[in-house]
């Protein structure tokens, strides 16, 4: 740690993951000296590869704009290199070698045989028209494509990237390439994609929070949950969520927070959509358009008093102080559905009081699970049914929640399920790259 801080010392996500990472697996890794003995700590903390490349286009103005892009290969020891991209303006190196680090043990987890990788760009889709948005995808991946392969490296969405940024990113990969493969994942029904594949990421955490509770005797209906975001990972959380008969009384944007003590119902959900597709990253219109919700501006959904939080927006969005206040209030569990959502002191704060808290690497891992499992379905040429996906959904998450409890469990029976979820991933990943050999 101390050497790597040194070699990036302006990489603070980076940093932060890989700490979280090494202080868990610490006792593992000391009672394994082979992984020692292989330097398997230096080489996975090192990606394999990265590209960095220019990214020109020009706007519905005429002029030229250049953004910078991005493919992280992190780590390919139990698959080809899997992870999103994601368009944001606060886009660089330390986020994506984070999210890249993230990936490998998320990926582990999923019991499917996918690497690590991730990538993106800092273009900034907030008012871009739809026309803009094309020519930046094809732009960006006129550079990429060299780079991807459906048994290589399989990208997909994440924030800023969805459905519509997978279709343009695919048109251009299939006309340089000249083939019609599954080199991304989140593709539209009619062409490859996954049925549940948008649903998934949030599903997927719901079904996690599920698990938790069932294993301490509760069960989420009448949960009162406080959401953050309301782009496609909290929409996912919201419906089932609420299908399941929890109350989803808090959702939010960088703009404040929304606080509706009726809950989400179909009509409110399918507005979380629309406002998200208007570009705007706006929350405040919800109130507007839903007299029983109210709007906070400048506040965070952790303001509000519930059961259980679910971050489902950036790394670090609920801190100590946050944690200090749901605790106050009363929560007594937080799923962690963004990537690295809680601070190191929020993280502290939960478990200090024992609370249930699980990390987005296990909660979040339906979605590149899912993503795992469209690729299944392109190689086998064929799709399965609604009904199958969240099967196989539901049981990968049952997987990853068995495997947090049996790593994670601490001798006065507490469930430690940052530890329990990095130590099963790593376990995976560090033999796979023992077997194979130093590369
Ligand atoms: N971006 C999502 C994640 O953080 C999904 C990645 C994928 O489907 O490949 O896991």
Known sequence: MARLKVKHADEKEYLQAVQEVLETIEDVYNRHPEFEDSRIIERLVEPDRIFTFKVTWVDDNGE???????????????????????????????ILKFLGFEQIFKNALTTLPMGGGKGGS????????????????????LE????IGPDTDVPAGDVGVGGREIGYLFGMYKKLAREHTGVLTGKGMTWGG???RPEATGFGAVYFVQHMLHRVDRDIRGMKIAISGF??????????????????????GPDGAIYDPEGMNDEKIAYMLELRRSNNDVVAPFADKFPSATFYPGKKAWSIKCDIAMPCAYQNELDGDDAKELLANGTWCC???????????????????????????AVNAGGVATSGLEMTQNAMHISWSAEEVDRKLHEIMSNIHHA????????????NYLKGANVAGFMKVATAMLEQGVI
């Open 335 to 361: 799923a962690e559905v963004s990537n690295m959502g809680c601070t190191p002191e929020a993280i502290a704060e939960f478990q200090k009081a024992r609370i249930l808290f699980a990390p987005g690497k």
């Open 194 to 196: 996954s049925l549940i």
């Open 231 to 252: 782009g496609n990972v909290a929409w996912g959380a919201a419906t089932k969520a609420t299908q399941l008969g929890a109350r989803v009384i808090a959702i939010s």
């Open 64 to 94: 030229i704009q250049t953004n910078t892009g991005y493919r992280v290969q992190f780590n390919s020891a139990i698959g080809p290199y899997k992870g999103g991209l994601r368009f944001h303006p606060s886009v660089n190196l330390s």
């Open 404 to 415: 947090c409890v049996q790593y994670g469990t601490q001798p006065d029976g507490y469930v």
């Open 144 to 147: 990429l494509w060299r780079n």
């Open 122 to 141: 800092d273009f900034n889709p907030k008012g871009k028209s739809d026309a803009e948005i094309m020519r930046f995808c094809q732009a960006f991946m």
